[in-house]
């Protein structure tokens, strides 16, 4: 999927992730929410023919973020477990180096909660996976302020639509999202 995805291409990529990675049932969320579905991350972020496209877009989106904000991103970020081959993939095609912030800190080695390099006063931009209040991207926006940098964008794969773009946009972060809920065919 180039740059310029056709509207057909995102809704067959939207389609597809909808085929392989929504579950129906009763679901608690990280949120601690109950859900009806559960749009399991792992079941497409692990799927090359997903996540090619998907880096294609988040590209996209990207560059239309730091437009937008007329900034330069210096670093994209990505939190454990499931950010993490989404940042890399979009850290592949754009070119753009990345992080990854763990959720908790490691009781052994560095001791870090931010893996790689992050210098203080670069504009990151976080790739989320899934997106319902927005906790666990606010969370790792935090980590990256606390390294002296600035969070100026998270972008979702998915918005569940419940609450994470007012959350972000609260903490005057930019957001934004590849897909929501009723691109991928979900209506309650």
Request: glycine residues 10%; hydrophobic residues 45%.
């Given at each position: ?12 990529l ?5 085929r392989?990675?929504l ?23 692990t ?46 095609k ?35 996976d ?59």
């Open positions: 999927m180039e740059a310029t995805a056709s509207r057909s291409d995102r809704e067959k939207a389609s597809e992730i909808a392989v990675a579950l129906r049932g009763t679901f608690t969320l990280r949120s601690g929410r109950t859900s009806s579905y559960y749009l399991d991350k792992y079941l497409f972020s799927r090359p023919e997903v996540l090619k496209p998907l880096a294609d877009l988040f590209a996209v989106e990207i560059a239309g973020v730091a437009s937008r904000l007329g900034v330069r991103v210096d670093r994209l970020a990505g939190a454990e477990l499931g950010g993490i081959p989404l940042v890399t993939a979009a850290s592949m754009t070119g753009l180096p990345c992080v990854f912030v763990r959720n908790q800190k490691k009781d052994y080695g560095t001791a870090k909660r931010l893996e790689g390099v992050l210098n203080a006063g670069e504009a990151v931009v976080i790739v989320e899934v997106a319902t209040t927005g906790g666990q991207a606010l969370e790792a926006a935090g980590v990256i302020r606390e390294s002296g940098a600035r969070a100026v964008a998270i972008i979702a794969t998915i918005d569940r639509q419940e609450g994470a773009r007012e959350a972000i946009e609260r903490a005057g972060i930019a957001f934004s999202a590849l897909f929501t809920k009723a691109d991928l065919g979900i209506h309650e």
